[in-house]
Every structure is written in C-alpha cells, then in structure tokens.
C-alpha cells in the first residue's frame, strides 16, 4: 500500500509539474509511515477483538454442551435408580407375575408333536439316534433318514435295510406307527441299520442343484426315473458310507413299482442287493379295485388341464385337496371324512383303523411328486395288463423309435423277493400279484392272515407287529443267514466315513 501511494505522489508531481524538495519528500514520506502505522495497530485490535470474542463464544458453547450432558447423565442415572428402587419395592409381586423359572404353562405344550415335527425330530424324542444323508441324483437333493442301531444302542450292524415310501409320501411312512410298531424302529431294534429314502420332489428331496421347484423341468420325472436314478444312487452312497455291507429293499406300493422297475433297467442290482420285500406291490394294475380305476381314463387331461396353469406338482398342500388334509383333527367331524376317504380309495378295515394316528398320517400325506407320476400309474390302470415306460402318444417314436412304449422286461429279474399281498387292499390285487409272481419266478407270495388288510394298514395297523413286522423279520433273517454268492461291488467303491 505504501508503494502504492509513493508511486502515485510521483507520477501526479511529475505531471503536474510541481518541484520535489528533498526535506518535503522525506516529511510526507514519515506522515504517510504513521499512518499505515496506526491503520495497521487498529486492524490488529479488531483481529485481537473478534478473535478473543470467537474464543469466549466458543467456550460458552463448550460449557454449554458439557452441562447439558451432565444434566442428562445425571437424569439418567436418576431415573435408572428410581427404577431399580421400583423394582425392588415390587419384586415380589413381579415374581409371581413372571419367571424365569420352569413353570407348568396352560397351553403351551402341543397335544401331538408329530403333527408337525420332521422324520429326524420324531424319531430323535423316541430316544433313538437318527442321521440325515443327502444324495445328489441328476440334480435333485435327496435326503436319506437312517437309524444306525436300535434304542439301546450298540454297534451298527453291517446288514443293511433301504426302506422305500409309496405315492404320495414320504420317510415318515416307517415312523407314524411309532416305536414298536413302526416299521423302521422294529427294524432298527431288530439290530438292522435302517435308510429310509425320499423320491424327488417331496418334503424332504425338494431342493435341486440348478432347477426352480416351481419349473415344468423340474417337475419332469415319474417313478421311471426314480428307478433309473435316484434309488441306485442312494444304494451306491450307502455302499461308499459303509464299506462291504449286505442291503435289503423293502417297499410299499410305489417303492415296489420303482424296485421291479429298477431291476430291469439297471440289472446288476440283482447282485448288488441281498433280497426284496414288497409290501403291496403295484406292478400289473388292470385289475385294481378302487374307484380310483374310474379316474384313471381322465387322468391325462386332468394334468394337461393343471400344467396349463402352470401347476406340474400333484395336488399340492395348498390345494384345495392338499388342504383337506390338515382339516384331519382326531375328534372333528372331518376326520370322519377323512377315515371315509382312505377307505373308499384304500380298502375299509374299522378293527386295524388307528382313529389317532389319523391327522399325522394326513399331516404327513401329500408331501409332493409330479403329475406325470400320477399319470404313468393311471397309464398302467389303462394298459390292459402292461407293465410299461411313460406313454407319450405322439411323441414315442420320437423318444422310443417305436409307436409305443417299451415294457419292462421282468425276465431280467433274479433277485429273490417276497411278494406280501392283502384280500382287500383295493390297490393291489390277487390276480395282479399272481401275474407277477408268474412272471418273476425269483418271488413268493405271503397273504397277510386277515381279511380286512388294506392298503394303508401296512403302515398304521394296530396289529401291525404280528400281521406283517413278524413275517418281515423272518424273512430277513433267512435271507441274511443264508449263504450269498453274489458279487460284492462294495470292494470297489470307497469309503466316504461312517
């Protein structure tokens, strides 16, 4: 700034004119130095100022902030101790209205847990040990139950039974009865290492490596392709599980249809497997009983009819059929219905009817499979007698390079097998079994030694113990006492842990 004005002091005498004394010069230049002095010392006092004055403002804001927090920390602890002061005036009575202790509360237990429990959690508070496997069969995740040993423990047997579901169903269908009746527990107290497997698509095989469960890919499969697939594969991973080990099949219903169909197409499980068991078996059905013989003309369009909504699941639980079977309660008047229902389909027998086991059968009952598998039973109804490949229609010479579909050639079964039948299973009858006991000369027949024996009662009769658990016991034992000379592929496979 002083430059500034010496430089227009000059220029503005150079062009006025005016003469520049020395001693002149000097004068101004000392007025002009005091006053940049005193401009300078009053712009330092308002700095000096306003910084002092930012400094108390922010102090007074700092005091500010510290006494308000000191206020609500203050509040807070005082309202913190006038409760704790309140609860201790009041602990009795907030004793007695709540407790952490055990205490006996109305309601709070279920009257029937395995209404809603899963396979493992049943059988886990029956006191027995329960695994859960899952095999990997063209994508589809299915998980194996299996009881290693008996309630009382022990070591776990090398003998080996692979328990197989019906149509419909599910693992649960060896457990319902429970322990001493149920199949599986029988089994496993008999000293037999007992697998139950599931088929792809129900409760328990829902989940696919790479398809949604809601595509019409995933639903593509009847139990054609369980035979073809899924059951060698859950008998290989037991085989890679234990080592050497003897394995017996037992199906009912539709795990029968999936063993006699297994064993032709995939024969060298004739030598794989130590024997068979068929409870119901349902291979040749042109002679059914059920009124469900009636449907099955109508079945095919009755599918085309669903897969055209885009359902490919057969009647799922959020059906309104699939909901009818939650409306099973022991002492509604649906469960009337209900009883009525299995009958008319399944065979009538009020004496080995368990009227309590009733809603987790149905609890338990539609647990998934696809309306194709309904469709190849309901093709087998119509078939005159065949027992046959899925009926395309059109499409077999495309899929079969034949008009029509292959049949199963029994001839290729050797496994030794007994054939356990009932007069009045309406789903499986004596002319049907008689074919294939004729076509199959490795089986035997076993008539179950009461007349009233349904289809269902395999699974929930009260006598169950001595109609059919007592047969299929002897009928193990024969068969893992007598000498084998099948080949044992279990060398080959390794183990994968126990």
């Known amino acids: 700034m002083i430059a500034r004005a010496c ?21 101004f230049f000392e007025d002009q130095s005091e006053s940049m002095k005193s401009f300078f010392e009053a712009q ?14 922010a102090l007074r804001m700092k005091n500010s902030v510290n006494d308000y927090f000191d206020n609500q920390t203050k509040k807070i602890s005082a309202d913190i101790n006038s409760y704790v002061e309140s609860v201790k005036s009041s602990g009795r009575k907030v004793i007695d209205s709540w407790s952490y202790l055990p205490i006996d509360e109305p309601g709070a237990q279920m009257e029937n847990p395995d209404l809603v429990l899963s396979v493992p959690a049943i059988i886990t508070s029956h006191g027995y040990t329960c695994e859960t496997h899952t095999v990997m069969s063209q994508g589809y995740l299915i998980n194996v139950h299996r009881i290693p040993r008996g309630k009382d423990g022990g070591k776990t047997s090398h003998k080996t039974v692979l328990l197989q579901h ?10 319902l009865n429970g322990p001493e009746k149920g199949l ?67 199906g009912h219903s539709m795990g029968t249809t999936i063993l006699f169909a297994m064993l032709t197409l995939r ?28 449907l099955a003309p109508a079945a095919s369009n009755v599918a ?32 009337v219905v209900c009883k009525n229902v299995v009958f ?24 998934g499979t696809s309306w194709k598998t309904a469709v190849h039973f309901a093709q087998e109804v119509v078939s005159g007698g065949k027992f046959q490949q899925f009926d395309y229609g059109s499409n077999n010479m495309r899929v079969y390079n034949s008009n029509t579909p292959p049949e199963y050639d029994l001839s290729k079964i050797t496994l030794p097998i007994t054939l356990m039948w009932a007069e009045n299973d309406l789903l499986s009858s004596e002319k049907d079994i008689m074919m294939l006991h004729d076509r199959v000369p490795s089986t035997e027949m076993f008539k179950v030694p009461d007349p009233e024996f349904n289809h ?21 034992a024969k068969s893992f006492s007598t000498e084998s000379s099948k080949i044992s592929f279990s060398l080959q496979l390794p183990r994968i842990g126990k």
């Open 166 to 175: 019906g149509l419909f169903a599910s693992s649960a269908d060896w457990i």
């Open 304 to 335: 085309y009819m669903e897969m055209l909504y885009g359902s490919h699941e057969f009647v799922p639980k959020q059906s309104v059929l699939g909901r009818m079977t939650n409306t099973c309660d022991a002492e509604s008047m649906d469960s």
């Open 456 to 476: 269902i009662d395999y699974l929930w009769a009260i006598d169950a113990p001595t109609l059919v658990n007592a047969k299929v016991l002897e009928t193990l």
């Open 7 to 27: 430089l227009i002091l000059l220029c503005s005498t150079a062009v006025l004119g005016w003469p520049i004394e020395g001693d002149a010069l000097q004068d």
């Open 267 to 294: 024969p060298e499980y004739n030598r794989i497997l130590k024997s068979g068991i068929a409870l119901a078996p349902v291979v040749f059905m042109s002679d059914i009983k059920s009124p469900l013989k009636s």
């Open 344 to 367: 008319y389909i399944c065979g009538y027998n009020e004496k080995q009817f368990n009227k309590s086991l009733l809603p987790v059968f149905m609890s338990n009952l539609g647990t």
């Open 184 to 250: 599986a527990y029988v089994l496993a107290d008999a000293g037999y290492d007992v697998w139950m497997s599931n088929i792809r698509g129900n409760r328990y095989a829902k989940e696919h490596s790479k398809l949604k469960n809601s595509s019409k890919s995933y639903w593509n499969f009847s139990w054609h392709d369980i035979a073809l697939h899924d059951i060698p594969a859950v008998v290989d991973y037991i085989i890679k599980v234990k080592g050497e080990t003897e394995i017996a099949y037992i």
């Open 44 to 57: 330092k006092n308002r700095i000096e100022s306003a910084f002092n004055s930012s400094y108390e403002e």
